[in-house]
């Protein structure tokens, strides 16, 4: 077999063609990697804002809530303080007397005495 020789400025020119080669390669690396970087950033930076907002729009939700409930708590009280006063009053009048018997827990039946 015969030997072939490659003239040392080929091999030279290879090399530096290598070289090259090889130095645009890392530049597009590096070039994507700070894209891709870029890109992730944005993101996280959106999904922070996203996240912000809906905590803020909940929150607002929910205090609202609470505001209601508070309210309709303030009213029941009411109307059970009035029924209460009505109740004592119709029982306090002479000739309204009544036995009132457990039924439940909360719950009681009158019988009118006569």
Do not use: C, W
């Amino acid at each position: 077999m015969a030997e072939s020789k490659v003239e040392p400025e080929v091999v030279e020119q290879l090399l530096s063609r290598l070289s090259h080669a090889s130095e645009q390669i890392a530049d597009a690396v590096e070039k994507q990697t700070a894209q891709f970087d870029r890109q992730v950033k944005e993101l996280l930076d959106h999904s922070e804002e996203t996240t912000r907002r809906l905590v803020e729009s909940v929150d607002k939700e929910i205090r609202a809530q609470i505001a209601g409930l508070r309210r309709q708590i303030v009213e029941a009280e009411r109307s059970i303080e009035q029924a209460r006063k009505a109740v004592d009053e119709y029982l306090g009048r002479p000739g309204n007397a009544m036995v009132l018997h457990r039924i439940d827990y909360t719950g009681r039946i009158g019988v009118r005495v006569f």
